[in-house]
């Protein structure tokens, strides 16, 4: 079976891990990214069971992950959806998956992919804290003989294969949906996402390019949500104290902050929100009965990096050249009427429903869509309960 090992880089960490709360990504150029409610803490130094005996007919290959940022929900689910996964056909007896989770900081990712590289892996997975910081180390992967695959936050190293979810695409739709929702006209507040982090400027860009498309939806605030619901709600608060005639919120991260920063406001009108696809969220929106258009941010995207991974050390030499797509979903409250004019990432668009897609029974945090259907992962193994 795949083992599958976490390692956490320092005493610091440790405790971060315990305290992990919710958002969508990481750090700066000094940092990193990815994709809200309560998160499952994640223990430092924990070995998933499973054994790394070898199949019969072949190699065992070690393979490494890198991660540089814990303090949201999406990204310990990604690693213990790459760990469940790593026990299942195809992975199961054919890879040694580890985690490796540096600080969040490039420099500490650079460090901690030196360490990784003169472990001699086979393969390493990078979730990069910035498209080119990571660069010249990736490289030096190379050139050993690694194969290296970048997901989620891709880097621009030719050598690397990349697999991403075209975020500034599908934000292009989630744009056109605030302008529609709004009738064309109104007030907004944009969030900038987490400071230096390189998927936070392509999101915030997608969106803009979207709301320009038709309208005249005014953005008169922007704020750093950082992928996680306290810095989010303190930024949409301290904006609204001078703009208590906003209608609606693009978020980065999470659409509850967004309903309880405007009743603190005293705000009685519901505004219209976007964030990304967590459970919680999707619940949020229903029961607040807001106009809401939820993007998925889906933790599959380690999957297909692990896909990638098996065939590029099994012979099969895909073009690193090409970014695999992952692809999205935009779950919104208002599926019949919203059809966009742009769709360049082809988002499929899909009604809000309790007990469909929105389960008040599972975990807030439970970024979905929680597994690719073929390796047969609960959403309770997802959530880690």
């Known amino acids: 079976m795949g083992r599958a090992v976490v390692r956490a880089g320092t005493a610091l960490l440790a405790v971060s ?53 814990l303090g949201n929900d999406f990204r310990p689910q990604m690693i213990r959806l790459a760990q469940l996964t790593a026990e299942k056909p195809p992975f199961a ?16 990712q650079v460090a901690s992919l030196n360490n990784i590289i003169q472990s001699k892996p086979d393969a390493i997975l990078v979730d990069a804290g910035s498209a080119t910081a990571l660069n010249p180390a990736i490289q030096r992967a190379c050139s050993a003989g690694i194969v290296v695959i970048s997901f989620d936050n891709p880097v621009t190293a030719p050598c690397a294969y990349k697999v ?13 949906w605030m302008n529609q929702a709004l009738g064309g006209k109104g007030k907004i507040l944009v969030d900038r996402g987490l400071p230096g982090a390189p998927v936070s400027k392509i999101i915030q860009d ?36 001078g703009n208590k005639d906003v209608t609606g919120v693009m978020t980065q991260g999470y659409c509850s902050p967004v309903f309880k920063a405007f009743k603190q ?18 619940v949020a929106c229903m029961k607040e009965k807001a106009p809401c258009a939820v993007l998925t941010g889906s933790p599959v995207v380690v999957q297909i990096a692990m896909e990638l991974a098996l065939k590029a050390l099994t012979g099969e030499k895909p073009d690193t050249a090409d970014v695999v797509p992952v692809p999205m979903k935009l779950y919104v409250t208002n599926a019949s009427e919203f059809t966009p004019k ?7 668009i899909e009604q809000i429903e309790l007990g ?3 389960y008040p029974d599972l975990p807030p945090g439970l970024a979905l869509p929680f597994s690719k259907d073929e390796y047969g992962i609960t959403p309770e193994q997802a959530a880690g309960k």
């Open 17 to 69: 891990l315990a305290l992990i709360g919710a958002g969508c990504g990481s750090s700066d150029d000094s940092g990193s990214t990815g994709s809200g409610a309560s998160t499952a803490a994640a223990a430092a130094d924990t070995t998933s069971s499973g054994s790394s005996t070898a199949a019969s007919d072949g190699k065992v290959y070690k393979v490494v992950l890198s991660n540089n940022f």
């Open 93 to 108: 007896g054919k890879i040694d998956l580890q985690i490796e989770n540096s600080e969040p900081t490039t420099q500490a």
């Open 164 to 176: 991403a979810q075209d975020m500034g695409a599908g934000q292009v739709v989630v744009g056109q």
């Open 206 to 241: 997608g969106f803009m390019k979207g709301l320009g498309i038709e309208g005249d939806v005014q953005v008169v605030g922007e704020y750093d949500g950082k992928y996680a619901p306290g810095p989010e709600q303190q930024g949409i608060s301290q904006l609204l104290v």
């Open 265 to 282: 406001a005293g705000i009685s009108a519901t505004p219209a929100a976007t964030c990304y696809g967590y459970n919680g969220e999707l």
């Open 342 to 348: 742009e769709n360049p990432a082809n988002v499929e």
């Open 356 to 358: 469909k897609n929105a």
